[in-house]
Nanobody, 125 residues
């Protein structure tokens, strides 16, 4: 499995961005798909997760009501729609795939097996 992350950029506070995670290789519906981010000087943190099928979505409390996950089956791509962005959302965003990630550990980055290269999101105040 290979992942290609894109869509980052510079946006003003209150603006929106849509990140893409394009996957190649054989993927199964039960695979766990996750979005994480890492701000400068901080540890990588969980943002959102769902099954590759799109079901059972989890969101970090800090992004609930602002971020959503969607997918395009034809393109084998999952999207992270980010609305009402805040300066504290500034980070490098990564998508990841977990083959056997249990529900209790969807927020744990070590439970994911494949990672995209990351895309930088910068939110100015």
């Amino acid at each position: 499995v290979q992942l290609q992350t894109s869509g980052g950029g510079l946006v003003q506070a209150g603006g929106s961005l849509r990140l893409s995670c394009a996957a190649s290789g054989r993927l199964f519906s039960w695979y766990r798909m996750g979005w994480f981010r890492q701000a400068p000087g901080k540890e990588r943190e969980f943002v959102a997760s769902s099954h590759w099928s799109g079901s059972i979505t989890y969101l970090a409390d800090s992004v609930k009501g602002r971020f959503t996950i969607s997918r395009d089956n034809a393109k084998n791509t999952v999207y992270l729609q980010m609305n009402n962005l805040k300066p504290e959302d500034t980070a490098v965003y990564y998508c990841a795939i977990g083959v056997n990630t249990p529900p209790a550990k969807v927020k744990v980055s070590n439970e994911y097996d494949y990672w995209g290269q990351g895309t930088l999101v910068t939110v100015s105040s």
